[in-house]
C-alpha cells in the first residue's frame, strides 16, 4: 500500500496555450552509446525555459522530429544537474531514424515533462538494486545519477545491466564511473560473448550469485524489454521482495503523452500518466498483456 | 434554470434565424441519399430541417473532428517554430438527441480534465446545445438501459420535446434562461396540460424500446473477470478491425497526431480519430506489439468502455445510442457483446444443477448413474455439483470448463 499512498500521480501540464504546442530546443551534443543508440543532449532555445525546465527522474518528453510527429523519449539526465537534458534513443522506427540523422546545431520539438517519476522519497534510507537491460538503462541512469548527487541518502547501490552482446552495451561512461565508485557493486553481462570478452555471459537474471542484497531493506528498480521485466519480477517476488519496493516502468506505444489519445490504455490506466513508472503491487491488480 | 415555455412549431423557423444569427447553424438535414445528418446550415429558407428520427451519425465530429490541424510549422536548418491554429466557431446545434447531449458530456469529463484539451475546449465554450427528447425511441436504441435518455434532466442548454403543433422548451442552463429572456416575443407561458402531455410523453417514451439490453449485469461481469476466453476469441473471429464502430461511436475519442509535411521546409500536425481494433493502434516503433490485436484489443474495447469507465465516473461511456449496431457487419457491436455476456448468467443462474448436469451428459463426460449419484448426494451436503463431480473424480475441473464455455457462446 505505501507505494500507492507515496507516489503522487503526476500530470505535469505547464500552462502553454496549447497542450500540443512544443518548445524549440537545440542539439548541443551527439553522444554515440552503441551502434543503435545515440544520446542528444538538448537545449531549450527561450533561455528562461532552459533555466526553468523542471523535472524527476522517469520521466519523459514528447519529442518532435521535423516532419516525422512525435514520440515519448525518457529522459536520461539527472535533474540535478540542470541546464540540458540528454534523451538516449535507440533507433527503432522512422522518427528515429531521422532523429539519428541530427547533428549539433539542429533543433527539435519538446513538450512535457509527462508521467509519474520514480518514486524516490520511499528509496531514501534504503539499500538499491537496478536492474536494466538494453536501452532500459536510459530511464534508469537518470536515478542512479540523481541518487549518486545525493549523497548519504541511500544505501548500497547495485546496478546489474545486460546486453545482447559486448558491442551493444551501451551508456560506458557511466558504466566505468559507477564501476569505480565506491559502495556500488556495477555488473554487466551479454547474453552472447564476442572474442574478447571476459565477463559475465548470461541473461541478466544469472547475475543473482554474484550479489548481496537483503530484500528487506531493498528497493528495486527495474527496466528493459517486457521479457526481461516478467522473468526479473518473477525472481524478485520468488526473494520476497515486497511488491511495493519493486518499481519497473512500462512502455507503451502514445501519441498525446497527457491522457488523451488512448492508444496507452493498459489494464484500466494510462501508462503517461498513470505510469509509466508503476510498483509490482500496482501491475498486479492490471490486466497486462506481456506480464501474463 | 429549468423555466419552461412554448414555442409554435410554425415560429421555430424564425427563432432559429434569430438565434443562429452570428452564429453557424448545426442541425439534421436529410440529403440527397436519404442519409440524416448533422450539418451545418447556411440558409434556412432553402434547407428542411428533419427531427424526425435520431441523426445516423452523432454530432462528435464537431467537436473532435475526423482530422483536425493542431498547429502549423515552419523547419529549415536551425529553425523550428511552431504556430497554434484557433479552429472553432460559435455555434448553436439543433436537434440533439439525449444521447449526444450524454456522449458530449462524457467528451466533457475526458477533454475538460487537467490537462484539458485546448482545441476541444474552446469549441465546447462556442456551442449552444439544443437537444429534442425522443417520443418514439428507434429500433437499434438502449438508452434506458445506460441511463442516457430518452429525455434528459441536465446537459443541454435548451431541451424540446415535440407536442404535437407545439414545442415544450425547458432550460437546463443559465445560458438557456439567457435565450428565453433574449427573444420572448417566440415563447409563450406553459399550462398546465402542455406540463402533462409532456410529463406523460415522457413516460410513455420510456416504454417504448424495443430492446432489453442488461448493462449493469455486463459490468459485473466484467468486472469478476467472469467473460468466458472463449466469448472473447469468437467476437474477436467476428472483428475485421475496420474500426467503424469507434468512428461511429459517439464516446470513442481515442486519436492519433502525426505530421503532414507541405514543403520542405514547413508543415501541420494533425491528429485524426483512431480505433483501438485498428492493428497499428498498439504497435511501437520498429513492429513490436504488446498487445494480441485478435483478442485483447476488443477485450480492452468492451473493458474500456463497459467496466474501467463505469469505475472511474459510475457511468459507462455507452450511450445506448445504438449506432453500432447497424454499423458492425461483422456482428461484434455493443448490443450483441452484453446479450452474449449475459445470456450466459441467465442461463447458469436460472438452474445451474440441471444446466452443468445436463450439459456433461450431452457432452459423453457422465453416465445418467454418475449424474444421479452426484445429485442425491448434494441434496445431503448441499455442495456445488461441479465440485462433487470432481470429488468422485468422474470429470476434470477442465472438462466442466469446457463445456460451460461452449454453453456460453
Same mark, same amino acid.
Given at each position: 500500500?505505501?507505494?500507492?499512498?507515496?507516489?503522487?500521480?503526476?500530470?505535469?501540464?505547464?500552462?502553454?496555450?496549447?497542450?500540443?504546442?512544443?518548445?524549440?530546443?537545440?542539439?548541443?551534443?551527439?553522444?554515440?552509446?552503441?551502434?543503435?543508440?545515440?544520446?542528444?543532449?538538448?537545449?531549450?532555445?527561450?533561455?528562461?525555459?532552459?533555466?526553468?525546465?523542471?523535472?524527476?527522474?522517469?520521466?519523459?518528453?514528447?519529442?518532435?522530429?521535423?516532419?516525422?510527429?512525435?514520440?515519448?523519449?525518457?529522459?536520461?539526465?539527472?535533474?540535478?544537474?540542470?541546464?540540458?537534458?540528454?534523451?538516449?534513443?535507440?533507433?527503432?522506427?522512422?522518427?528515429?531514424?531521422?532523429?539519428?540523422?541530427?547533428?549539433?546545431?539542429?533543433?527539435?520539438?519538446?513538450?512535457?515533462?509527462?508521467?509519474?517519476?520514480?518514486?524516490?522519497?520511499?528509496?531514501?534510507?534504503?539499500?538499491?538494486?537496478?536492474?536494466?537491460?538494453?536501452?532500459?538503462?536510459?530511464?534508469?541512469?537518470?536515478?542512479?545519477?540523481?541518487?549518486?548527487?545525493?549523497?548519504?541518502?541511500?544505501?548500497?547501490?547495485?546496478?546489474?545491466?545486460?546486453?545482447?552482446?559486448?558491442?551493444?552495451?551501451?551508456?560506458?561512461?557511466?558504466?566505468?564511473?559507477?564501476?569505480?565508485?565506491?559502495?556500488?557493486?556495477?555488473?554487466?553481462?551479454?547474453?552472447?560473448?564476442?572474442?574478447?570478452?571476459?565477463?559475465?555471459?548470461?541473461?541478466?537474471?544469472?547475475?543473482?550469485?554474484?550479489?548481496?542484497?537483503?530484500?528487506?531493506?531493498?528497493?528495486?528498480?527495474?527496466?528493459?524489454?517486457?521479457?526481461?521485466?516478467?522473468?526479473?519480477?518473477?525472481?524478485?517476488?520468488?526473494?520476497?521482495?515486497?511488491?511495493?519496493?519493486?518499481?519497473?516502468?512500462?512502455?507503451?506505444?502514445?501519441?498525446?503523452?497527457?491522457?488523451?489519445?488512448?492508444?496507452?490504455?493498459?489494464?484500466?490506466?494510462?501508462?503517461?500518466?498513470?505510469?509509466?513508472?508503476?510498483?509490482?503491487?500496482?501491475?498486479?491488480?492490471?490486466?497486462?498483456?506481456?506480464?501474463? | 434554470?429549468?423555466?419552461?415555455?412554448?414555442?409554435?412549431?410554425?415560429?421555430?423557423?424564425?427563432?432559429?434565424?434569430?438565434?443562429?444569427?452570428?452564429?453557424?447553424?448545426?442541425?439534421?438535414?436529410?440529403?440527397?441519399?436519404?442519409?440524416?445528418?448533422?450539418?451545418?446550415?447556411?440558409?434556412? $429558407?432553402?434547407?428542411?430541417?428533419?427531427?424526425? %428520427?435520431?441523426?445516423? /451519425?452523432? #454530432?462528435?465530429? *464537431?467537436?473532435?473532428?475526423? !482530422? =483536425?490541424?493542431?498547429?502549423?510549422?515552419?523547419?529549415?536548418?536551425?529553425?523550428?517554430?511552431?504556430?497554434?491554429?484557433?479552429?472553432?466557431?460559435?455555434?448553436?446545434?439543433?436537434?440533439?438527441?439525449?444521447?449526444?447531449?450524454?456522449?458530449?458530456?462524457?467528451?466533457?469529463?475526458?477533454?475538460?480534465?487537467?490537462?484539458?484539451?485546448?482545441?476541444?475546449?474552446?469549441?465546447?465554450?462556442?456551442?449552444?446545445?439544443?437537444?429534442?427528447?425522443?417520443?418514439?425511441?428507434?429500433?437499434?436504441?438502449?438508452?434506458?438501459?445506460?441511463?442516457?435518455?430518452?429525455?434528459?434532466?441536465?446537459?443541454?442548454?435548451?431541451?424540446?420535446?415535440?407536442?404535437?403543433?407545439?414545442?415544450?422548451? $425547458?432550460?437546463?442552463?443559465?445560458?438557456?434562461? %439567457?435565450?428565453?429572456? /433574449?427573444? #420572448?416575443?417566440? *415563447?409563450?407561458?406553459?399550462? !398546465? =396540460?402542455?406540463?402533462?402531455?409532456?410529463?406523460?410523453?415522457?413516460?410513455?417514451?420510456?416504454?417504448?424500446?424495443?430492446?432489453?439490453?442488461?448493462?449493469?449485469?455486463?459490468?459485473?461481469?466484467?468486472?469478476?473477470?467472469?467473460?468466458?476466453?472463449?466469448?472473447?476469441?469468437?467476437?474477436?473471429?467476428?472483428?475485421?478491425?475496420?474500426?467503424?464502430?469507434?468512428?461511429?461511436?459517439?464516446?470513442?475519442?481515442?486519436?492519433?497526431?502525426?505530421?503532414?509535411?507541405?514543403?520542405?521546409?514547413?508543415?501541420?500536425?494533425?491528429?485524426?480519430?483512431?480505433?483501438?481494433?485498428?492493428?497499428?493502434?498498439?504497435?511501437?516503433?520498429?513492429?513490436?506489439?504488446?498487445?494480441?490485436?485478435?483478442?485483447?484489443?476488443?477485450?480492452?474495447?468492451?473493458?474500456?468502455?463497459?467496466?474501467?469507465?463505469?469505475?472511474?465516473?459510475?457511468?459507462?461511456?455507452?450511450?445506448?445510442?445504438?449506432?453500432?449496431?447497424?454499423?458492425?457487419?461483422?456482428?461484434?457491436?455493443?448490443?450483441?457483446?452484453?446479450?452474449?455476456?449475459?445470456?450466459?448468467?441467465?442461463?447458469?443462474?436460472?438452474?445451474?444443477?440441471?444446466?452443468?448436469?445436463?450439459?456433461?451428459?450431452?457432452?459423453?463426460?457422465?453416465?445418467?448413474?454418475?449424474?444421479?449419484?452426484?445429485?442425491?448426494?448434494?441434496?445431503?451436503?448441499?455442495?456445488?455439483?461441479?465440485?462433487?463431480?470432481?470429488?468422485?473424480?468422474?470429470?476434470?475441473?477442465?472438462?466442466?470448463?469446457?463445456?460451460?464455455?461452449?454453453?456460453?457462446?
Amino acid at each position: 500500500m505505501i507505494n500507492r499512498d507515496l507516489i503522487t500521480r503526476n500530470i505535469n501540464s505547464r500552462n502553454t496555450s496549447n497542450t500540443y504546442l512544443p518548445h524549440p530546443a537545440v542539439i548541443t551534443e551527439v553522444i554515440t552509446e552503441n551502434s543503435q543508440i545515440k544520446t542528444f543532449v538538448l537545449e531549450f532555445t527561450d533561455k528562461t525555459l532552459n533555466t526553468n525546465f523542471s523535472y524527476e527522474s522517469g520521466q519523459f518528453v514528447m519529442l518532435s522530429v521535423p516532419h516525422h510527429g512525435e514520440a515519448p523519449i525518457s529522459i536520461s539526465s539527472t535533474p540535478t544537474r540542470p541546464g540540458n537534458i540528454h534523451l538516449s534513443v535507440r533507433i527503432a522506427g522512422r522518427l528515429t531514424t531521422a532523429l539519428h540523422k541530427m547533428e549539433p546545431g539542429m533543433t527539435l520539438g519538446i513538450r512535457g515533462p509527462y508521467g509519474r517519476p520514480f518514486p524516490v522519497h520511499i528509496m531514501e534510507g534504503r539499500d538499491l538494486l537496478f536492474v536494466a537491460g538494453g536501452i532500459g538503462l536510459a530511464p534508469l541512469r537518470s536515478v542512479i545519477n540523481y541518487c549518486l548527487d545525493r549523497t548519504g541518502r541511500y544505501g548500497t547501490m547495485t546496478i546489474l545491466y545486460g546486453s545482447r552482446l559486448p558491442s551493444d552495451i551501451a551508456f560506458r561512461q557511466d558504466l566505468d564511473i559507477w564501476s569505480t565508485l565506491p559502495g556500488i557493486t556495477c555488473l554487466t553481462t551479454v547474453d552472447t560473448p564476442e572474442p574478447g570478452w571476459t565477463g559475465h555471459v548470461g541473461v541478466v537474471t544469472t547475475l543473482w550469485d554474484h550479489i548481496q542484497i537483503s530484500p528487506s531493506d531493498c528497493t528495486a528498480l527495474v527496466c528493459g524489454p517486457p521479457m526481461m521485466i516478467k522473468f526479473v519480477l518473477r525472481d524478485l517476488a520468488g526473494m520476497s521482495f515486497s511488491p511495493d519496493f519493486v518499481i519497473t516502468t512500462m512502455e507503451r506505444h502514445m501519441k498525446c503523452g497527457v491522457g488523451l489519445c488512448g492508444h496507452c490504455y493498459m489494464g484500466g490506466k494510462l501508462v503517461c500518466t498513470d505510469g509509466p513508472v508503476f510498483s509490482m503491487a500496482e501491475l498486479k491488480d492490471m490486466d497486462i498483456e506481456e506480464l501474463r | 434554470m429549468n423555466e419552461k415555455f412554448i414555442l409554435r412549431k410554425d415560429h421555430l423557423t424564425g427563432f432559429l434565424r434569430k438565434l443562429s444569427k452570428g452564429h453557424r447553424l448545426v442541425a439534421p438535414v436529410r440529403n440527397r441519399y436519404g442519409d440524416l445528418m448533422f450539418q451545418v446550415i447556411d440558409s434556412l $429558407e432553402t434547407t428542411d430541417l428533419d427531427l424526425s %428520427e435520431q441523426a445516423q /451519425e452523432s #454530432p462528435k465530429a *464537431f467537436f473532435l473532428p475526423q !482530422e =483536425e490541424v493542431l498547429f502549423s510549422y515552419e523547419a529549415s536548418g536551425g529553425i523550428y517554430d511552431f504556430r497554434p491554429i484557433n479552429n472553432s466557431e460559435q455555434t448553436v446545434y439543433f436537434g440533439l438527441r439525449s444521447c449526444d447531449i450524454s456522449a458530449i458530456l462524457y467528451m466533457d469529463v475526458i477533454f475538460l480534465r487537467s490537462p484539458r484539451d485546448d482545441h476541444y475546449m474552446k469549441k465546447r465554450k462556442d456551442s449552444i446545445l439544443i437537444s429534442i427528447g425522443c417520443n418514439t425511441p428507434g429500433e437499434n436504441c438502449f438508452c434506458n438501459a445506460t441511463r442516457t435518455g430518452p429525455f434528459l434532466e441536465y446537459g443541454f442548454d435548451l431541451q424540446f420535446t415535440d407536442l404535437g403543433d407545439r414545442f415544450f422548451v $425547458e432550460s437546463g442552463r443559465a445560458r438557456g434562461d %439567457e435565450i428565453f429572456s /433574449e427573444w #420572448p416575443q417566440f *415563447f409563450h407561458p406553459v399550462t !398546465e =396540460e402542455d406540463v402533462r402531455l409532456q410529463y406523460q410523453l415522457a413516460l410513455e417514451a420510456k416504454a417504448g424500446f424495443r430492446r432489453q439490453i442488461h448493462v449493469e449485469p455486463a459490468f459485473s461481469k466484467l468486472r469478476d473477470d467472469a467473460v468466458d476466453t472463449a466469448v472473447w476469441r469468437e467476437m474477436a473471429s467476428r472483428c475485421d478491425g475496420c474500426g467503424g464502430c469507434a468512428y461511429i461511436c459517439p464516446t470513442c475519442t481515442c486519436f492519433t497526431i502525426f505530421d503532414r509535411m507541405e514543403s520542405t521546409e514547413t508543415g501541420k500536425r494533425i491528429r485524426a480519430w483512431d480505433s483501438c481494433t485498428h492493428a497499428g493502434f498498439t504497435r511501437m516503433a520498429g513492429g513490436h506489439n504488446p498487445v494480441d490485436m485478435k483478442i485483447d484489443a476488443l477485450r480492452r474495447r468492451f473493458m474500456h468502455k463497459l467496466y474501467y469507465d463505469y469505475s472511474a465516473f459510475r457511468r459507462p461511456s455507452c450511450v445506448g445510442c445504438g449506432r453500432c449496431v447497424d454499423m458492425c457487419f461483422g456482428g461484434v457491436d455493443i448490443v450483441k457483446f452484453i446479450d452474449i455476456v449475459c445470456a450466459g448468467t441467465r442461463k447458469r443462474t436460472r438452474d445451474s444443477r440441471r444446466i452443468l448436469g445436463d450439459l456433461l451428459l450431452e457432452a459423453g463426460l457422465i453416465s445418467r448413474t454418475d449424474l444421479e449419484k452426484a445429485l442425491s448426494r448434494q441434496a445431503d451436503t448441499g455442495e456445488a455439483l461441479g465440485k462433487i463431480l470432481m470429488d468422485l473424480g468422474l470429470v476434470t475441473c477442465a472438462e466442466i470448463l469446457g463445456v460451460l464455455s461452449l454453453e456460453n457462446m
